[in-house]
């Protein structure tokens, strides 16, 4: 069972990708699958960011309920 990665990992990663992309001189294929990785991380992180803002909105409504 694979653990999932935190955000901060995820985002290190895509970070790397970025400067590779910006800063070497790729062959297309592999120019390619650093896009398509960098894709689905991005998908990724919208996916636990969207999950934290959920859980936020979630306790700001119980708080405000609690007043």
Excluded: H
Excluded at 6 to 12: A, D, G, K, M, V
Excluded at 30 to 55: N, W
Aim: glycine share 6%.
């Amino acid at each position: 069972m694979t653990k999932e990665k935190s955000f901060e990992e995820l985002f290190q990663r895509l970070e790397e990708i970025v400067r590779s992309m910006e800063s070497e001189d790729l062959q297309l294929e592999k120019s390619l699958t650093l896009f398509e990785e960098g894709v689905k991380l991005s998908e990724q992180l919208r996916g636990q960011l969207s999950g934290a803002e959920q859980k936020v909105s979630e306790l700001m409504d119980k708080l405000g309920k609690d007043k």
